[in-house]
């Protein structure tokens, strides 16, 4: 019989009274592998870290449970466990990346999509403003493209005033959601204009990152955001 008591119930966790929640999010994983693309990974692993972070009082209590996140999975050693990781150490919070991507290497044997390696690997296109009314804010849209052009989607964040986010979305279907924003601009129900690259990147920087805590909607695409903002040229 083990003497060490962690030896039965797990690895060390700063939290360990959330030990079967990270042991949950282990077993979720293996959907992961199954997944059409980087894309649908990076949507789903930011849904986990929004459910992670709106239940978690603080910002030191945010890391210690990513970091607890990290150690459960690395523990756990399955193929959707380490494509788990591999996404974290791609789109999760910066803190975090470097753990995760160790923890992802130590889990090499098991094998992983075809996809993985284009996880967080996007580049920005254009940028476009949306006003539909004084009283409905701004919502901003930024494209991004996968390496080789692929992949087009988009980050559509609603601001309200004094630019508090209230509604932040992954549009996977970037032509579709241009072309009805036109309709509606031809209807006189809204305006739609380019906007400035190096300004959208600092004024979303500041939305993604600048509050305790956030809508509750809001938290599902928030990791994926604040990844995708600071991939965004200015300041």
Same mark, same amino acid.
């Given at each position: 019989m083990p003497?060490?008591v962690s030896a039965?119930?797990?690895?060390?966790?700063?939290?360990?009274?959330l030990?079967?929640?990270y042991? $949950?999010?282990?077993r979720?994983a293996?959907?992961?592998?199954?997944?059409?693309?980087a894309?649908?990974?990076e949507?789903? #692993?930011?849904? @986990?870290? !929004? $459910?992670?972070e709106?239940?978690?009082p603080h910002?030191? +209590?945010?890391?210690?449970?990513?970091s607890?996140?990290?150690?459960? /999975?690395r523990?756990a050693?399955?193929?959707g466990?380490?494509?788990?990781?591999?996404?974290? $150490?791609?789109?999760?919070?910066?803190?975090?990346?470097?753990?995760?991507?160790?923890?992802?290497?130590?889990?090499a044997?098991?094998p992983?999509?075809?996809?993985? +390696?284009?996880? !967080?690997?996007v580049?920005?296109?254009l940028?476009?403003?949306i006003q539909?009314?004084?009283?409905d !804010?701004?919502?901003?849209v930024?494209?991004?493209?996968?390496?080789?052009g #692929?992949?087009l989607?988009?980050?559509?964040?609603?601001?309200?005033?004094g630019? $508090?986010?209230?509604e932040?979305?992954?549009?996977?279907?970037v032509?579709?959601?241009?072309?009805?924003?036109r309709k509606a601009?031809? *209807?006189?129900?809204?305006?739609? @204009?380019?906007y400035?690259?190096a300004?959208?990147?600092?004024?979303?920087? *500041?939305?993604?990152?600048?509050a305790?805590?956030y809508?509750?909607?809001?938290y599902?695409?928030l990791?994926?955001?604040r990844?995708?903002?600071?991939? /965004?040229?200015g300041?």
């Amino acid at each position: 019989m083990p003497s060490d008591v962690s030896a039965v119930q797990g690895p060390r966790l700063t939290f360990p009274g959330l030990r079967e929640v990270y042991r $949950a999010y282990a077993r979720a994983a293996g959907e992961l592998p199954g997944l059409p693309g980087a894309l649908q990974a990076e949507v789903w #692993t930011s849904a @986990q870290l !929004g $459910a992670l972070e709106s239940a978690a009082p603080h910002a030191e +209590g945010r890391r210690a449970a990513v970091s607890d996140l990290i150690t459960t /999975l690395r523990d756990a050693g399955t193929p959707g466990a380490r494509t788990f990781l591999r996404a974290l $150490a791609a789109i999760g919070p910066t803190g975090a990346r470097r753990a995760a991507g160790r923890a992802a290497g130590e889990l090499a044997a098991q094998p992983e999509p075809e996809w993985a +390696g284009s996880l !967080g690997t996007v580049t920005p296109g254009l940028a476009w403003l949306i006003q539909e009314g004084p009283l409905d !804010g701004d919502r901003l849209v930024c494209e991004f493209r996968y390496e080789g052009g #692929t992949g087009l989607h988009a980050l559509a964040v609603r601001l309200s005033y004094g630019d $508090a986010p209230t509604e932040i979305v992954i549009v996977g279907d970037v032509p579709g959601m241009m072309a009805a924003a036109r309709k509606a601009m031809q *209807a006189e129900l809204c305006v739609v @204009q380019p906007y400035d690259a190096a300004a959208v990147g600092p004024r979303l920087r *500041a939305a993604l990152y600048g509050a305790e805590t956030y809508p509750e909607d809001c938290y599902p695409a928030l990791a994926l955001a604040r990844h995708r903002a600071s991939l /965004l040229p200015g300041g």
